[in-house]
């Protein structure tokens, strides 16, 4: 297998093409030694449905703030670490994991955004996400990411922009800002905290032409009344993500909001809860399985 390395002195994204079959231990860093789930986890999680919540949006883009709304899909499902995809049967290799679709869909001017993160967690609390993709599309094109935890975490990236287009890039292994929302509906109490290096969401840095890497970090968490409070401020980007969820099992996002500070300007970006279903939504394909959008607010 040839490898090739590119090197590039001025960068948005950087990426190099790097081939390593090898298997490395899946650990996550910087959290407790823990391994025992809630006692309600399997009653809730295995249940045969998907937990939907839907959140009104208002997103920063290009300077201004814009009405939408956010969809996250929280289900369980049995996943092939090597191929690092759902499975499709019952095979003594399949990992346990809680997999989130994050969906956001806002308008700015004339065209619209259409957004969705994918992470995909192992039930153990000690492992880092097997997989994260992203994908965003509006009206001048595609963009797509996609992470593959192995040896190193080795990420591809697409995108219509000619100097972002179709690149490879092989990074050290960090926490990732995408596989936390997983961790804190899994066990909140695990969550890394402190000073650490975290990989920003694939959002974030596909849509403010970062260069994909770890930045220093400060985490905290912290409880108010019934809720939890987890914060990341990254002072180099200044950018700030603070998640609020429910303090008790099943530990409901209840919103979030993104401060980014920009040529002197800052902007905010929220989600607020809107209502949650469980709902086996892969069998209601039919044009008469709208209900429960509209239960949704959808």
Same mark, same amino acid.
């Given at each position: 297998?040839?490898?090739?390395? /590119?090197i590039f002195?001025?960068? +948005?994204f950087?990426?190099?093409t790097?081939?390593?079959p090898?298997?490395?231990?899946?650990?996550?860093?910087?959290?407790?030694?823990?391994s025992?789930?809630?006692?309600e986890?399997?009653s $809730?999680w295995?249940?045969?449905k998907?937990?939907i919540?839907? $959140?009104?949006?208002?997103?920063? %883009? $290009?300077g201004?703030?814009?009405e939408?709304?956010?969809v996250?899909?929280?289900?369980?499902?049995? @996943?092939?670490?090597e !191929?690092?995809v !759902?499975?499709d049967g019952?095979?003594?290799q399949?990992?346990?994991? +809680?997999?989130?679709n994050? &969906?956001?869909k806002?308008v700015t001017?004339?065209?619209?955004?259409s957004?969705?993160?994918? #992470?995909f967690?192992?039930?153990?609390?000690k492992k880092?996400a097997?997989?994260? #993709?992203f994908?965003?599309q509006e009206?001048?094109?595609?963009? @797509?990411?996609?992470?593959n935890n192995r040896t190193? @975490?080795?990420?591809?990236?697409h995108s $219509?922009?000619?100097?972002d287009?179709?690149?490879?890039h092989?990074?050290?292994?960090k926490?990732?800002?995408?596989?936390?929302w997983?961790?804190? %509906?899994?066990?909140?109490?695990?969550?890394?905290?402190?000073?650490i290096e =975290?990989?920003p #969401?694939f959002?974030f840095?596909a849509l403010?032409? !970062?260069e994909?890497?770890?930045?220093?970090? =400060?985490a *905290?968490?912290?409880t108010?009344g019934?809720l939890h409070?987890?914060?990341l401020?990254y002072?180099?980007l200044?950018? &700030?993500?603070t998640?609020?969820?429910?303090?008790? @099992?099943?530990?409901?996002i209840?919103?979030?909001?993104? *401060?980014i500070?920009k040529r002197?300007?800052?902007?905010?970006?929220?989600?607020?809860? /809107?209502? &949650? /279903?469980? #709902?086996a939504?892969w069998?209601?394909?039919?044009?008469?399985?709208?209900t429960?959008?509209?239960?949704?607010?959808l």
């Open positions: 297998m040839k490898i090739h390395t /590119i002195t001025s960068l +948005l950087v990426f190099c790097v081939k390593t090898k298997k490395a231990p899946l650990i996550l860093k910087n959290i407790k030694n823990t025992t789930k809630h006692p986890f399997n $809730y295995y249940g045969g998907a937990e919540t839907s $959140y009104k949006l208002t997103q920063a %883009r $290009y201004e703030v814009h939408g709304t956010a996250h899909i929280f289900v369980t499902e049995d @996943f092939l670490p !191929k690092q !759902k499975a019952k095979n003594p399949n990992i346990p994991i +809680l997999k989130l994050s &969906t956001k806002f001017g004339i065209y619209p955004y957004i969705m993160t994918s #992470s967690s192992p039930i153990s609390k880092q097997l997989k994260i #993709s994908s965003a009206w001048c094109g595609n963009t @797509f990411i996609q992470l190193n @975490f080795e990420i591809d990236f $219509y922009f000619e100097s287009a179709d690149r490879k092989s990074l050290k292994k926490v990732l800002e995408d596989e936390l997983n961790q804190l %509906r899994i066990s909140p109490e695990n969550i890394p905290t402190g000073n =975290v990989i #969401s959002e840095l403010h032409h !970062k994909i890497k770890s930045y220093a970090a =400060v *905290t968490l912290k108010v019934n409070f987890y914060k401020n002072p180099k200044k950018r &700030t993500l998640i609020k969820i429910s303090k008790e @099992f099943p530990y409901y209840q919103s979030w909001e993104e *401060t500070t002197g300007k800052t902007l905010i970006s929220k989600a607020e809860k /809107i209502s &949650t /279903i469980l #709902s939504y069998t209601k394909s039919g044009v008469g399985d709208t429960e959008r509209k239960a949704l607010g």
